[in-house]
């Protein structure tokens, strides 16, 4: 739909349509209006907001991207944008404002009036993607002496202005939350009635310095509208309504993704948006980290070069081999990464349970592929030492890639870093490396041990040759 309408809006802008432009943008919502005007070019950006009246305006800035946001203020520097950023929520107030350069940000908040400077001041104030920074102090709280009564016409003259009504917080003489209470029981409830009477006090709070990814999953487990944001002292501060937290699930399903990939994230999905020069970067690092660890593989062959030459048919399977256990342990640290981002793994009990798991699950599937893998490495091979080389290194790196897949992530996350960092290209060449060892390090065992393995053809042969052992 957005697509649409911008093309219509860039063809009418063109031609200077712009009665046509209103009457296309009225019944359209502002998520969408916002969609279509930031996929204009940046000159017609300008021109199509101007067209908007101030109060959809005001909705549709907050709906758009940073950069169009940031295009629209150099744009525009007169009065109507400084009321726009006026009557912006704070906490997207403060999110526009991260993004822009300090000196830009100094010239806006001197345009602010006193009242807002101060709120905008204080969520910036606020260390990044915590509870403070995300939330909003457009709230109503309520007083524990007051009627329903009360309550019901503070709501009608301060609903227009806050966040969300559905959600309304108790809080004493000090501003120190001490109830929470519905919409739908302050309707129903006697209008006499007093707040402490029908609201609940077991009220579950964030504070300011809470990560954001906490606060998220609380208004997952609790299925809550809001939560409510307190200070130290316990304080009511402010409320983190459930719609931030959907951009804020995104944000950080998207920086997975990135690290699941080796990739560094920016500060928004503006991957596509990015110049070649900020792709690269973003990616190569990773890359020469992953590229470097590659050589310990050409060691690793450097230095069983004997083996090899004995028998170059092994050299073969090293990618066969490679590439199983990469795809293993790729999936271990998927599922285990995503087990600590849902906090699933809990469940399971201790984490050891968690690296048992996952290790006879790697176990199971070397078997498993063993019955692919080692019928055609023997009949390959025309000898069963290359068989039996690769499918008991399969069942070797599998179960191992799987170990490491799991154990990687869980440790990360108990030294307190990211998890997501033990990616899937990192698992892949550390399996690489581990994984060329034990097969080349099989091979030269059975081969000194063994050396009438090299002589055994077919099923029936071997099975001769070990009964006669």
């Known amino acids: 739909?957005?697509?649409?309408?911008?093309?219509?809006?860039?063809?009418?802008?063109?031609?200077?349509?712009?009665?046509?432009?209103?009457?296309?943008?009225?019944?359209?919502?502002?998520?969408?209006i916002a969609e279509a005007i930031g996929s204009l070019p940046t000159t017609l950006q300008a021109i199509a907001f101007r067209l908007l009246g101030k109060n959809e305006a005001i909705s549709v800035y907050e709906?758009?991207?940073?950069?169009?946001?940031?295009?629209?203020l150099v744009l525009l520097r007169s009065g109507e944008m400084r009321e726009v950023v006026e009557e912006m929520s704070p906490d997207d107030r403060a999110r526009l404002f991260e993004e822009?350069?300090?000196?830009?940000?100094?010239?806006?908040?001197?345009?602010l009036s006193a009242e807002e400077r101060r709120v905008t001041a204080e969520l910036l104030g606020y260390k990044a993607e915590t509870a403070g920074r995300l939330m909003t102090t457009e709230y109503i709280a309520l007083k524990e002496n007051q009627t329903a009564a009360v309550a019901l016409e503070i709501i009608r003259l301060r609903a227009r202005e806050t966040e969300t009504i559905y959600s309304l917080y108790v809080t004493d003489a000090k501003r120190c939350l001490t109830g929470i209470l519905s919409l739908r029981d302050l309707v129903t409830a006697d209008l006499s009635a007093r707040i402490s009477d029908v609201m609940a006090s077991d009220v579950l709070s964030v504070?300011?310095?809470?990560?954001?990814?906490?606060?998220a999953r609380t208004i997952q487990r609790y299925d809550f509208l809001a939560v409510p944001v307190v200070d130290s002292e316990k304080r009511l501060v402010g409320?983190?309504?459930?719609?931030?937290?959907?951009?804020?699930?995104?944000?950080?399903?998207?920086?997975?993704?990135?690290a699941?990939?080796?990739?560094?994230?920016?500060?928004?999905?503006?991957?596509?948006?990015?110049?070649?020069?900020?792709?690269?970067?973003?990616?190569?690092?990773?890359?020469?980290?992953?590229?470097?660890?590659?050589?310990?593989?050409?060691?690793?062959?450097?230095?069983?070069?004997?083996?090899?030459?004995?028998?170059?048919?092994?050299?073969?399977?090293?990618?066969?081999?490679?590439?199983?256990?990469?795809?293993?342990?790729?999936?271990?640290?998927?599922?285990?990464?995503?087990?600590?981002?849902?906090?699933?793994?809990?469940?399971?009990?201790?984490?050891?349970?968690?690296?048992?798991?996952?290790?006879?699950?790697?176990?199971?599937?070397?078997v498993l592929m063993m019955g692919l893998v080692l019928p055609f490495a023997w009949w390959r091979g025309e000898s069963a030492l290359i068989g039996l080389s690769v499918g008991i290194s399969l069942l070797a790196i599998t179960t191992m890639a799987a170990t490491a897949g799991a154990a990687f992530p869980l440790l990360f996350d108990r030294m307190?870093?990211?998890?997501?960092?033990?990616?899937?290209?990192?698992?892949?060449?550390?399996?690489?490396?581990?994984?060329?060892?034990?097969?080349?390090?099989?091979?030269?065992?059975?081969?000194?041990?063994l050396p009438e393995l090299g002589q055994i053809t077919s099923i029936s042969t071997l099975f001769l040759a070990a009964a006669s052992f």
């Open 260 to 366: 699941a990939g080796a990739v560094q994230a920016g500060d928004d999905d503006d991957y596509f948006s990015s110049s070649l020069f900020v792709v690269a970067r973003r990616r190569v690092i990773w890359l020469v980290v992953l590229v470097a660890a590659s050589f310990f593989t050409s060691e690793v062959i450097a230095a069983n070069e004997e083996i090899l030459e004995q028998v170059v048919l092994l050299a073969a399977f090293i990618p066969l081999l490679g590439g199983a256990g990469g795809n293993v342990g790729a999936q271990s640290s998927t599922v285990v990464i995503r087990g600590l981002s849902t906090q699933s793994i809990s469940a399971l009990g201790s984490l050891q349970a968690v690296v048992m798991r996952e290790m006879l699950a790697g176990a199971l599937l070397g």
């Open 239 to 258: 409320i983190i309504t459930v719609d931030d937290i959907i951009d804020v699930i995104e944000q950080e399903a998207t920086r997975d993704f990135y």
């Open 63 to 72: 709906y758009l991207d940073n950069a169009t946001q940031q295009n629209l």
């Open 1 to 32: 739909m957005a697509q649409a309408v911008s093309q219509q809006l860039e063809a009418m802008l063109s031609v200077g349509n712009y009665d046509a432009v209103k009457l296309l943008l009225e019944p359209i919502q502002a998520v969408d």
């Open 207 to 215: 504070s300011t310095d809470t990560d954001q990814e906490k606060v």
């Open 416 to 449: 307190g870093l990211d998890p997501a960092l033990m990616s899937t290209p990192f698992i892949t060449t550390c399996t690489d490396v581990a994984g060329t060892l034990i097969y080349l390090k099989t091979a030269e065992w059975l081969l000194r041990n």
């Open 100 to 111: 822009l350069p300090a000196k830009v940000v100094r010239q806006l908040l001197t345009e």
